[in-house]
């Protein structure tokens, strides 16, 4: 579903109580510029409710089709998802390719998706949303001059072919469904694992652009500056198509795994929330989540309340959070800065990292304790394990054994109780 066309006009129906609407255009608009669609103007109408059959009202759709002839625009985008009649009935009147702008985010999806599973994902994402509007958008697609509709010669060669080709996609959907469901149990294996390792799990969502590729990439560095892994990151929307899980381990023997999501958007479509479960799904397991937002946006508690909804929707809830408040270096606000449950950072300049990976620390080793061990001598294999596993701050040769002061798992207390001598 390749978008090959130029110059577009926006279209967008403000309907009563809608909050962000101007908010909402802007941000279709940088959509469509992610893809190369130069947008040369725009058509809003208030209304009650979205029209059924056209969307907007009869006289708006003359005024848009005024405007592309006389801007010479080759594309009508919709704000909103159209059903597969309004579809239908706009391409009559407009007689012009007419997307919407779940198909807008499907394509910059399909074209930033990188392994194999984003793909599927996407794929499926589309096929689903292409089945039931495969008449109005064969019409589009041959008014292109291709994509899968070629020329309805006849009525009835173009049934015929419209039947195959619903076939082969219902056949399709199928075969992706089953593929991403064994991809799905693999994943919840690979989680299961982690969990056992007992290493806690750090997660990184965020609206589009927020800074997380920026961010894990400045945590990584930090740690350490040779082997630190590019995760992409550029200033295009959704970068990120894709989890990676990056283990970060600290100097007082402090670990814990970062993981990176899909990037959040306003609208996102139900089709994709549900394509990229499994993605999202990944917080799920996590101990912390990071909330990068970009403190620098005037919507940016639109942005949080958007990705909030969406985590809401894919059953991530009841996790410790820190809202990290990342590109304080434009929204003109003192930074670094932190409070127990809120950050303000500049990813970019990597100021206030430090204080970030602090308050990991305090947020997720909260169940800590420092106690003070005496260790026989002939037990070499608890000190050895303890200056691997645990924050060793201090270690002392005694008569009877090694003195150690050391901060651990409360959890782990209960291995070493007959060595500890105070806490
Ligand atoms: N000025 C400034 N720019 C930043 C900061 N952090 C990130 N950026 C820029 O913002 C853009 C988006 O950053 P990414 O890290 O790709 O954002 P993302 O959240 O991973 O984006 P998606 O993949 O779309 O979800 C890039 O151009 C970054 O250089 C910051 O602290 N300050």
Redo the contacts with the bound molecule.
């Keep these: 579903m390749e978008i090959l066309v130029e110059y577009a006009i926006l279209v967008g129906v403000q309907e009563q109580n809608a909050e962000h609407f101007e908010y909402e255009m802007e941000e279709l608009k940088n959509l469509a510029e992610a893809i190369e669609v130069n947008v040369v103007g725009q058509v809003t109408q208030n209304l009650e409710r979205r029209n059924p059959t056209h969307y907007v009202g009869k006289g708006k759709i003359m005024e848009v089709k005024q405007l592309y002839e006389e801007l010479d625009a080759n594309l009508v985008i919709f704000n909103d998802e159209l059903s597969p009649s309004q579809i239908r009935n706009l391409e009559q009147e407009l007689e012009v390719k007419v997307i919407d702008r779940t198909m807008l985010i499907l394509d910059i999806f399909a074209r930033r998706a990188r392994t194999h599973e984003a793909r599927m994902q996407v794929e499926l994402a589309q096929l689903q949303y292409t089945l039931p509007r495969l008449v109005g958008l064969r019409a589009s697609l041959s008014r292109q001059g291709g994509g899968t509709g070629g020329g309805l010669q006849n009525k009835g060669a173009g049934e015929t072919k419209l039947e195959l080709d619903r076939r082969k996609i219902e056949d399709q959907i199928a075969k992706l469904r089953k593929d991403l469901e064994q991809v799905r149990d693999r994943r919840d294996t690979q989680r299961k694992q982690r969990k056992k390792s007992g290493i806690p799990v750090v997660s990184i969502v965020?609206y589009?652009?927020?800074?997380?590729?920026?961010l894990m990439n400045g945590l990584l560095r930090k740690i350490d500056e040779e082997s630190a892994k590019q995760v992409y990151?550029?200033?295009m929307?959704?970068?990120?198509l894709d989890t990676s899980v990056r283990h970060l381990k600290f100097a007082d023997n402090k670990e814990f795994l970062l993981t990176d999501t899909v990037?959040f958007v306003s609208k996102l479509p139900h089709h994709l929330v549900k394509a990229f479960r499994s993605t999202l799904e990944e917080a799920r397991g996590a101990d912390l989540l990071l909330h990068?937002v970009d403190v620098s946006n005037p919507e940016y508690r639109y942005m949080m309340e958007v990705t909030n909804d969406t985590l809401h929707d894919v059953g991530v809830e009841n996790i410790k959070t820190v809202n990290v408040y990342?590109?304080s270096?434009?929204a003109g606000v003192p930074y670094p800065r932190k409070m127990d449950e809120s950050i303000w950072i500049?990813?970019?300049?990597a100021a206030g990292l430090d204080e970030l990976v602090d308050l990991i620390k305090k947020r997720i080793f909260e169940q800590y304790i420092t106690c003070k061990l005496l260790i026989p001598f002939d037990r070499g294999d608890v000190v050895s394990y303890l200056n691997n596993k645990a924050n060793v701050k201090k270690t002392e040769y005694e008569e009877d054994g090694t003195m150690m002061t050391v901060e651990m798992d409360g959890s782990e207390r209960i291995k070493f109780e007959e060595f500890i001598i105070s806490h």
Excluded: I, R
């Design positions: 965020g589009t652009n927020a800074g997380k590729s920026t990151e550029e200033n929307l959704f970068a990120t990037g990068v990342n590109k270096d434009l500049s990813a970019k300049e």
